[in-house]
């Protein structure tokens, strides 16, 4: 460990000077190697009664322990205004794989790209542990996601506001491998999906928001996202399983996702009363070509109809008014300006998928208004708003083929460690203001950036199983 901790030293002073050693990349590959090795030997399940796999959500970059003390009320004080984060969305005392799930990428890519098999074998571990251990028996759904977590010292739910709350933070992107990890688990979560998440079963009515430890689904919150990733998470689970329930639910949500389009012409953002069409429709076309993959032929053309469609309809109202935003780095829940980012990287996802040139428009002008200029710190930057537009950059590049966007994600992982690890810590600030680490900003997206830059710039580039899920 203190041979790493020196290597990243060296490479990150390298680095934020702007000179390079070894192979082009390399140098990233060493702190974001660094990172990961910091969060295996400090930043585990080492509190309570009962210790475990799993990561904390937020440490004292100083003491590389759970915050505490001074420290612990600081970070806890942070209001919503103040940086962006809702106190509902923090898990200052425990762990939520989900806010972590960039950082179980990054361990599974590493051992891909140095053979130590250790790195995939600690997420296996982290993962089997939170899926056995982490699921209401009432309900099968996991602590986890926008508002829930698991709490270190009590060994249960975190007692956080709304901490009964389940709510998809991010698409799961690990149902093949929790399958294999846990597959009992994986299906009661799905069928708990269905029959406690969805408010009203012959309609597809839902909301986002349901309770996790006793039956409690809403019907007036339907959002686009998140109906597509339920449906993600049914396809996985009928590939496994062939049970036709899993079939009726994509049938059901998808349905009244698509009537939501055809009959008021947007889908629902917010509740049932009023919509706007945002990139949550991009997000549901993304999970409907994904699920297609997984269910029978008939099924499988009406979900990549009904994704075709929503492209038509979201182009036709979102293109025209193109891409803007006050404050590109703006941070946060609802942030106007990182948005932008955020909102080309899940074109960039469709685009894989249709190969559409208006979605390759869109992406390379939003690239353009973070190609010059500094990243602007008149707020609380995140270091998952700068890895956002790395992967902009990279997207940029994909598919021009222009240095010019390499070179300015180049200079902007630069700044990002000066800004977030300028003291030497491996582990990202929770914000360039804010000394803690704190998963909710999304320090795995900043470090998944800089592994995917790193391999970008290998010869030829390296092919890592990274997918971008920030939507």
Known sequence: ??????????????????????????????????????????????????????????????????????????????????????????????????????????????????????????????????????????????????????????????????????????????????????????????????????????TGDYSRHAAIDNHGPGTDAPYARHGGFYIETWAAAYARTTDAVFLRAIETIAGALEAARRDQGMLVSGSKKTGRRTRGDVSLAISLWNAAEFVPGELAAKLRAQAQANDEAFLQTYAPAGTTGTNLWSAGYGGSGGEMASRANVWMLRWRQTKLDRYQSLIVKSAAAYLDGDIDLSYPVHPGTVGKVIFLMLHAHELTGEEKWLARAEQLARQSLRLFMGDGCPLPRAAHCYDHYEAATDADTLMMALLQLWAVRQTPPAKLPLVYCDR
């Open 1 to 202: 460990m203190a041979y790493r901790v020196v290597t990243f030293l060296l490479a990150a002073a390298c680095l934020a000077r702007g000179g390079e050693a070894g192979a082009p990349g390399g140098d990233w590959l060493a702190v974001v190697r660094a990172y990961a090795d910091a969060m295996l030997s400090h930043g585990r399940d080492t509190y309570g009664a009962e210790h475990s796999p799993l990561f904390a959500e937020a440490l004292d970059r100083k003491t590389m322990r759970m915050l505490e003390g001074e420290a612990l009320r600081r970070a806890a004080g942070l209001t919503f205004d103040q940086w962006g984060i809702r106190p509902g969305d923090r898990m200052l005392g425990g762990a939520n794989p989900q806010h972590c799930q960039n950082l179980y990428q990054i361990l599974y890519a590493l051992t891909q790209v140095t053979g130590e098999k250790k790195y995939a074998a600690e997420a296996d571990a982290s993962l089997k542990w939170f899926f056995t251990r982490c699921q209401s028996p009432a309900t099968g759904l996991l602590y986890w996601g926008e508002h829930a977590g698991w709490d270190f010292l009590a060994e249960k739910r975190l007692a956080v506001r709304q901490g009964n709350t389940h709510e998809f933070y991010r698409p799961w992107v690990f149902w093949d491998r929790c399958w294999e990890l846990a597959p009992e688990h994986c299906r009661k979560f799905a069928l708990g999906l269905w029959e406690h998440q969805i408010g009203d079963q012959k």
